[in-house]
């Protein structure tokens, strides 16, 4: 090979090799499709901190909220695709969306899937001066007043809007719903009686219900939470079985973004995610936290879709 052709090589793969030794050299924006104070939120900025941390380049939490976090999700899908600008995607705009309603980006091929940060169960919280200490209390208190009980969610078709359809079709019970743009101020009207329930996230209430602002009733998953709900019981488990759903936050970037970069930011989150103080600080907020491969959490995005679609035309769920 003659020493034109080689130099004609190494400049055609610099770029290549050179993607991940010098990512990040500026800000990176990891975009939130919720209002600082939710689930989302809260752990997109400790992980946001941990990579700064690692990268010595600030990672910089955008919150973009409104219409259960799809203008975000559109917008990172929009994006350049260099590494620049990530998402903490949940399971609402990344699996639940696509099932509702005609959206402006596609789920699958506009974003590359790159870790599994977190999954936890929801809670059914209620505001405390509701005479009611138990979910069967709930259930009576409800069929004595048709009607007349509210519950709260961060919009059409996010997971609180789902938990509840879901359990309002297993009980018989007519309630009202009451849709936000994000847990922040759902949580706010919820403590103040506005709204009498929702089943919120743990990260979003814990700190609520550990200082009595709001009365968990049960968890949604099919196994009870820690950080502090052990003695919380599960749907299922208080006369409802089968009742099971469990939400989940996860990174991604723009389709098209070089694999290199997507590789890299892969590490270092679940090394991020392997921490002593991040594990502490998931586990106060019942948080189990992820990991894994791209391949292998892309593989449980598709499944998750395929999952919730079942789920929504089984409830006959449509966007409001």
Same mark, same amino acid.
């Given at each position: 090979?003659?020493?034109?052709?080689?130099?004609?090589?190494?400049?055609?793969?610099?770029?290549?090799?050179?993607?991940?030794?010098?990512?990040?050299?500026?800000?990176?924006?990891?975009?939130?499709?919720?209002?600082?104070?939710?689930?989302?939120?809260?752990?997109?900025?400790?992980?946001?901190?941990?990579?700064?941390?690692?990268?010595?380049?600030? @990672?910089? &939490?955008?919150?973009?909220?409104?219409?259960? =976090?799809?203008?975000?999700?559109?917008?990172?899908?929009?994006?350049?695709?260099?590494?620049?600008?990530?998402?903490?995607?949940?399971? #609402?705009? +990344?699996?639940?969306?696509?099932?509702?309603?005609?959206?402006?980006?596609?789920? @699958?091929?506009?974003?590359?899937?790159?870790?599994? @940060?977190?999954?936890?169960? +929801?809670?059914?919280?209620?505001?405390?001066?509701?005479?009611?200490? #138990?979910?069967?209390?709930?259930?009576?208190?409800?069929?004595?007043?048709?009607?007349?009980? #509210?519950?709260?969610?961060?919009?059409? /078709?996010?997971?609180?809007?789902?938990?509840?359809?879901?359990?309002?079709?297993?009980?018989?019970? +007519?309630?009202?719903?009451?849709?936000?743009? /994000?847990?922040?101020?759902?949580?706010?009207?919820?403590?103040?009686?506005?709204?009498?329930? %929702?089943?919120?996230?743990?990260?979003?209430?814990?700190?609520?219900?550990?200082?009595?602002?709001?009365?968990?009733?049960?968890?949604?998953? =099919?196994?009870?939470?820690?950080?502090?709900?052990?003695? @919380?019981?599960?749907?299922?488990?208080?006369?409802?079985? /089968?009742?099971?759903?469990?939400?989940?936050?996860?990174?991604?970037?723009?389709?098209?973004?070089?694999?290199?970069?997507?590789?890299? &930011? %892969?590490?270092?989150?679940?090394?991020?995610?392997?921490?002593?103080?991040?594990?502490?600080?998931?586990?106060?907020?019942?948080?189990?936290?992820?990991?894994?491969?791209?391949?292998?959490?892309?593989?449980?995005?598709?499944?998750?879709?395929?999952?919730?679609?079942?789920?929504?035309?089984?409830?006959?769920?449509?966007?409001?």
């Amino acid at each position: 090979m003659t020493s034109f052709r080689l130099a004609l090589l190494a400049l055609l793969t610099f770029p290549i090799f050179a993607t991940a030794q010098t990512y990040p050299a500026r800000p990176v924006r990891m975009i939130v499709g919720f209002p600082p104070g939710g689930g989302t939120d809260i752990l997109a900025r400790i992980v946001a901190q941990k990579l700064s941390d690692a990268w010595k380049q600030q @990672v910089v &939490v955008e919150n973009r909220p409104g219409a259960s =976090a799809t203008i975000a999700a559109s917008l990172v899908a929009r994006s350049v695709d260099d590494g620049y600008v990530l998402s903490m995607g949940q399971l #609402t705009p +990344n699996a639940i969306a696509p099932a509702l309603q005609k959206l402006q980006y596609d789920p @699958v091929k506009d974003f590359a899937p790159i870790v599994l @940060v977190g999954t936890s169960p +929801n809670v059914l919280v209620v505001y405390p001066g509701l005479p009611v200490r #138990t979910l069967s209390e709930l259930v009576a208190h409800a069929k004595a007043q048709p009607k007349s009980l #509210t519950y709260a969610s961060s919009g059409a /078709g996010s997971l609180q809007h789902i938990a509840a359809e879901l359990f309002r079709s297993m009980s018989g019970l +007519n309630l009202v719903h009451v849709p936000f743009k /994000g847990s922040g101020q759902a949580v706010i009207d919820l403590m103040s009686g506005q709204v009498d329930m %929702n089943f919120d996230s743990i990260p979003a209430t814990i700190q609520h219900i550990r200082s009595g602002k709001l009365r968990a009733l049960a968890v949604t998953a =099919a196994k009870r939470a820690g950080g502090g709900l052990e003695s @919380v019981p599960t749907i299922a488990e208080s006369g409802y079985p /089968g009742y099971d759903l469990t939400t989940w936050w996860g990174l991604f970037a723009p389709a098209g973004t070089p694999t290199d970069v997507l590789e890299r &930011v %892969n590490a270092d989150t679940v090394a991020a995610l392997r921490a002593g103080d991040v594990r502490e600080r998931f586990a106060s907020l019942s948080v189990e936290p992820g990991g894994g491969s791209r391949a292998e959490f892309a593989d449980y995005v598709r499944a998750e879709i395929a999952k919730y679609d079942r789920i929504v035309k089984q409830l006959g769920i449509k966007a409001e």
